[in-house]
């Protein structure tokens, strides 16, 4: 929705006059809050990989310290610090002229954008980068030694629900990995295009460039609710039970089905 208003209104072309013009500028045409929505969704991300971590390596400390208000604070801070850290950064270095919005052209120095370049690639690439790699292969240590003490324990016969529940995590931790690896993919092109940009900020043809890498970074986003959907089958349930075709085919198969068992009990007595 950010992104469709966030063009739409750059597509229109506005020129920009008063208040009313200034602050659609930091707001919409600098695509401020598109960027609010995507730096927040990449924190989130890398909070979702630490409570994965934390749940499957440390399940004791998870049952006894971690709290749904903890996850209800780790939400609020990913968005608040997202629109604080956009905010900040757009008014500092934006402005009107003549009609037209300049987002992100006035900075105090050339060091200070270089700074801000690896500083932002260091935090919303690398870091969470190192995070997935951090948590993941630590949590498929530990999965590979509860498979192995399974393994062990197999002539007993390991009961359905311990089974269902091992499925389960395991592909909760497959489906978050393949979605690690799709951002490392998508979020290159976009990085790449921040540091030229830094090293000579007067290449024009780059704004192609930067629409190609914005699309690819955006269809990662786009893309994650069909990951889930075909790797994730709690997820994929829920996404069939929103499909009205499907919840009447349901609900007429389970109508057909009580009919039909009404009338042979009614044969029967």
Not at 126 to 137: D, G, S
Not at 181 to 188: D, E, H, Q, T, V
Request: aromatic share 14%; charged share 10%; glycine share 4%.
């Amino acid at each position: 929705m950010l992104i469709t208003i966030t063009y739409a209104v750059k597509i229109c072309n506005i020129h920009l006059t008063g208040q009313l013009g200034y602050w659609l500028c930091m707001m919409i045409i600098s695509e401020s809050l598109m960027w609010t929505g995507i730096v927040g969704s990449i924190i989130n991300l890398g909070g979702i990989t630490v409570e994965r971590y934390i749940r499957v390596v440390h399940p004791i400390w998870s049952k006894n310290k971690l709290r749904n208000w903890m996850l209800y604070l780790a939400i609020v801070f990913s968005w608040f610090a997202s629109l604080v850290y956009n905010i900040i950064f757009v008014l500092l270095t934006s402005t009107v002229l003549d009609g037209k919005c300049y987002a992100y052209a006035i900075w105090s120095s050339t060091a200070a954008r270089v700074l801000f370049c690896i500083w932002n690639f260091l935090s919303f690439y690398v870091v969470i980068l190192l995070i997935f790699v951090f948590c993941y292969w630590r949590i498929l240590i530990v999965i590979r030694r509860q498979a192995s003490v399974m393994a062990g324990y197999s002539a007993a016969g390991p009961s359905t629900a311990q089974t269902h529940s091992n499925q389960i995590q395991i592909n909760v931790i497959k489906t978050m990995i393949i979605v690690s690896i799709f951002y490392a993919i998508a979020w290159i092109p976009t990085e790449v295009y921040f540091v030229l940009m830094t090293v000579n900020p007067h290449l024009a043809f780059l704004v192609g460039l930067y629409y190609a890498a914005q699309f690819i970074a955006c269809l990662y986003t786009c893309s994650n609710p069909f990951i889930y959907a075909t790797k994730f089958h709690p997820v994929k349930q829920v996404l069939l039970r929103m499909i009205p075709c499907i919840k009447t085919s349901d609900q007429a198969t389970s109508n057909a089905t009580g009919t039909s068992s009404r009338s042979v009990h009614g044969r029967t007595a």
